[in-house]
């Protein structure tokens, strides 16, 4: 079987030609590391998720979140999923764990910022202003 | 009511964050004014991954990345933040006017860094016809509504425009559940980044039209469907093979203008290749005391060039207020072949240190060659493999290639 491919490792962009037989042959690749991008989008793709989750009482609606790591392409909309049922309350700080080790990937899914409640958002602009 | 500090930095985002910085590291006062409610600027809404593997070496969100700087900065006492507070005229006085729930503020200050970020491209800008029902965003403006306010623009969403943000969108809103229907751009080649091209469409099937563009939008209070057409070498639409989509939605992701009205109004000259002022290596305007950085400066594709350029910028501020800055002479910096723009656009004798240099090009191109010449005499050179509109071509030049130059002139060939 025959895949095409754009590495995406650096700027460059090759256009990876990827032979898959017993062996996985790439050609096009001007360095290693798209061979190593090739074969690893072939056997296991990988991304980060990034998405937001709801949040009580919170300054905003949603907090942002992230996987600490790429998970498998096939976990992206079971998380989505999983990650629309949740709702966590105000106020978190940035890096709070809301899910770990997500389908035993040793990988959480944690805030990326923090967030204050409203009334706490309220009360800083007043001190700011008297300052 | 009136307030005197040495630097005013206009805008909190990533430019002006980094900016505070490293002006308030030399000693000054620093006054930041940021009309939204929060510091962060644009970073608070790409909550995606692919922000500081320049800066920090390692992949963040834009959420991260802008936290860093916000926590840096309340280690500095002499870094004063307003919120909520808009700036609404500067004079030549370096007089500042800026507005917030206390009043109107007279803001008296020895240097101005314009770190404003830019805006987005409207369908005002863009011309196309057709109703004007509901359903028809910026693609940062349904940034926004998705990743902050927390709601869905719409369920069946057309893009029209191949930027990063409307790559970016293309994907988000396929994770929350809508119906990406396509992404639509009128040059031959995509405007986003390999990267964005490969995760956000390819992953999912979203299909690129290229050389394609919206002609018509239809629809009487919501919109109910566009039509599409291809377009000839000219970039004019062939109107006769026109085709209707459906859709609820049309994001429009067409470019990024700086913003720079206020500089405008006191007549600081604009690059009309930029869109930002004209500046010279310490990211001067021609107006001394005035600095710009940042998307302000020009459309950067990575934030962690706008924190160079901010720390830069603030160097610079406090330079110039401890009389640091002496100008002997000045050289306009020529563009030619396949380059678009440069920055900065002058450079100002005598040049004591390393000077970063930022093109892009006007087409993409393989096995380029820049060239810096002075009246036709080879200086230097550099080669790209590939060269793309969609990324900025940084390079760094040392002062000795530099020294006294009549007519700098940068020029890409094959
Ligand atoms: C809608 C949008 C989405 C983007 N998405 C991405 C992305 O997904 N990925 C990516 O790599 N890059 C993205 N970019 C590019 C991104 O803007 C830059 O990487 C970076 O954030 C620019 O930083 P900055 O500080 O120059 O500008 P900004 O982050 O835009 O900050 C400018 C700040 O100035 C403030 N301001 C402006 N005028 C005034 C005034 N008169 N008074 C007071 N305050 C003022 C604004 O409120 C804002 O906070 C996006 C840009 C836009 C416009
Ligand atoms: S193969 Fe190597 S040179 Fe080519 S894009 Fe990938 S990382 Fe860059």
């Known amino acids: ?36 991008y090739a074969i690893e989008e072939i056997t296991n793709p990988k991304r980060i998720l990034t998405t937001t989750i709801k949040i009580k009482n919170g300054k905003y609606k949603v907090v942002p979140v ?3 790591a790429p998970i498998p392409k096939e976990y992206i909309f079971p998380l989505l999923e999983k990650l629309s049922e949740i709702e966590i309350s105000a106020p978190v700080p940035i890096g709070y764990k809301v899910l770990e080790n997500i389908f035993q990937l040793s990988i959480d899914v944690i805030t990326t910022r923090p967030m204050e409640t409203k009334e706490n958002t309220r009360k800083t602009k007043e001190t700011k202003k008297s300052t | 009511m009136q307030k005197e500090v040495d630097i005013v930095i206009i805008g909190g985002g990533p430019a002006g964050l980094s900016a505070s910085i490293s002006s308030a590291e030399r000693g000054k006062s620093i006054l930041i004014l940021e009309r939204n409610e929060e510091l962060g600027g644009v970073l608070n809404q790409c909550i995606h991954p692919g922000f500081g593997l320049i800066y920090f070496k390692e992949e963040l969100t834009g959420p991260e990345y802008a936290y860093r700087f916000i926590k840096e900065i309340e280690k500095y006492p002499n870094i004063e933040v307003w919120l909520e507070t808009m700036v609404v005229d500067i004079t030549n006085e370096k007089e500042i006017t800026a507005i917030n729930k206390d009043g109107i503020w007279k803001i008296k200050t020895k240097a101005i860094i314009f770190s404003t ?46 930027g990063d943000i409307g ?15 396509g992404v639509i751009e009128k040059l031959p080649y995509p405007g986003g980044l390999t990267r964005n091209l490969v995760q956000c469409l390819e992953d999912y099937n979203i299909p690129l039209y290229l050389k394609h563009t919206v002609v018509e939008i239809l ?36 470019g990024l203008i700086p913003e720079n009205d206020l500089l405008e109004n006191i007549n600081i000259p604009l690059d009309p290749r930029t869109q930002g002022p004209y500046v010279d290596q310490y990211l001067s305007t021609l107006k001394e005391g005035i600095f710009s950085c940042g998307n302000s400066l020009l459309v950067n594709d990575l934030v962690d060039y706008v924190t160079l350029q901010g ?9 110039y207020i401890n009389n640091e800055i002496n100008i002997e002479k000045r050289s306009h910096i020529e563009i030619d072949g396949n380059l678009r723009l440069v920055v900065p656009q002058y450079l100002s004798y005598p040049i004591l240190e390393d000077i970063t240099f930022y093109f892009r090009v006007k087409e993409p191109q393989k096995s380029a060659i820049l060239t810096l010449k002075d009246n036709d005499k080879r200086i230097k050179e550099w080669r790209f493999p590939v060269v793309k509109p969609a990324e900025m071509i940084v390079i760094k030049v040392k002062p000795e290639f530099l020294r006294y130059m009549e007519n700098p002139k940068f020029s890409m060939e094959g």
């Open chain 2, 167 to 181: 790559l970016i969108m293309a994907r988000r809103l396929k994770w929350e559940g809508a119906e990406v229907i």
């Open chain 1, 1 to 36: 079987m025959k895949k095409e491919l754009t590495c995406i490792v650096c700027p460059l962009g090759c256009s990876l030609e990827i032979e898959i037989g017993e062996d996985i042959i790439v050609k096009g690749n001007k360095c290693e590391k798209g061979k190593n």
């Open chain 2, 117 to 162: 970020g830019c805006r987005e491209r409207t369908r005002g800008n863009l011309q196309i016809p057709g109703t004007r029902p509901a359903g028809i965003y910026t693609a940062g403006t349904a940034q926004r509504l998705v990743n902050i306010e927390g709601y869905l623009p719409g369920e069946k969403i057309l893009i029209l425009g191949s």
């Open chain 2, 311 to 319: 720390i830069l910028a603030g160097k610079s501020a406090v330079r």
């Open chain 2, 219 to 254: 629809g009487k209070d919501r919109v109910e469907g566009v039509y599409i057409a291809p377009v000839d070498d000219y970039g004019n639409p062939i109107t006769d093979n026109k085709k209707f989509i459906e859709c609820d939605t049309l994001l429009l992701s067409a």
């Open chain 1, 66 to 68: 992230k996987t600490t």
